[in-house]
């Protein structure tokens, strides 16, 4: 098994695989974090059937012409012809495929999962989102923690869930079909009911147990985005704190020195004002 992993989600499942998925339907976008490449269906196109065929006809008449010219500068006109069907038919081809909804084919190894029931998709989508918030905290912490080791232990945490999910969702079908079958008449002692309960019994054990070890992943994957963005958000307060001292400093340092220009005018205005009105009484 290699130590990539491919996610593809369209809307009908979730497809975990170590292998590039194909399509079954449709194209796709990739686009890789780490060793995980998510895997999206390209938008439709949204042309019908009667678009796709006037650009055919359009295609095949420029076409048509070209070959015309080019049979006249000596080019063999089958071959011009032959060139001209293959990229109609080709161009065809292509946009009958953008214009359908994209879907993944379904991989036929045993590495591979696929999620169909939406409790387990909507889980596994959450996943994903929340390990891209754990990549975006590497950058910041390249000096604590190796980014490649980091990588591969979510990568591996992302397999793992994969795998615990896809039995979950098996647990809860064969939940169902058991609480099903116990909707009957016949009496609490039969053997088959005994039977039956027995069976209940042990798949809600694997039900809990499941439930107990996607939430580890879940809670594990969560802890460490908390951990990385609270340890970012820190760094960033120390460093306005570390430019606010420096600031700070500089204002302490560019003050001047306190002096008494204020009261020494205000005395030296309050003589002059006396001495005036003392001249003035004494005329």
């Known amino acids: 098994m290699s130590g990539q992993l491919f996610v593809g989600a369209d809307h009908e ?11 079954r339907t449709g194209r796709a976008r990739r686009q890789r974090h780490g060793s995980v490449t998510e895997v999206v ?35 063999p006109w089958w071959a011009a012809a032959a060139g001209g069907v293959f990229l109609v038919v080709l161009t065809g081809v292509q946009q009958a495929r953008a ?3 994209g879907t993944f084919a379904l991989p036929r190894d045993d590495d591979s999962y696929v999620l169909d029931a939406a409790e387990e998709r909507a889980a596994y989508g959450r996943a994903l989102v929340v390990s ?12 604590m923690i190796d980014p490649g080791d980091a990588d591969r232990d979510l990568t591996a945490a992302l397999r793992e869930l994969a795998a615990v999910m896809a039995r979950r969702q098996q647990i809860r079908r064969l939940r169902e079909e058991l609480g099903a079958a116990a909707q009957h008449d016949l009496p609490a002692n039969s053997p088959a009911v005994q039977a039956l309960a027995e069976q209940r019994l042990r798949v809600e054990g694997l039900w809990r147990s499941t439930a107990a070890t996607a939430n580890r992943i879940l809670s594990g994957i969560d802890a460490a985005a908390l951990a990385g963005e609270n340890l970012i958000r820190e760094q960033r307060i120390g460093e306005t704190a570390r430019e606010a001292e420096l600031a700070i400093a500089r204002l302490t340092a560019a003050t001047a020195a306190p002096t008494d220009s204020a009261p020494h005018l205000a005395e030296r205005t309050a003589a002059v004002i006396a001495a005036y009105r003392e001249l003035a009484a004494g005329h």
Request: hydrophobic share 45%; proline share 8%; no cysteine.
């Open 41 to 75: 269906p390209a938008p439709s196109s949204g042309r019908g059937r009667e678009d796709r065929v006037r650009f055919s006809s359009q295609l095949a008449l420029v076409l048509l012409v070209l070959a015309a010219v080019l049979n006249a500068l000596g080019v």
């Open 13 to 23: 499942k979730i497809v975990v695989s170590p292998y590039p998925l194909r399509m």
């Open 132 to 143: 891209r918030r754990v990549r975006r905290t590497w950058p910041a912490l390249r000096h």
């Open 99 to 101: 214009a359908r909804e």
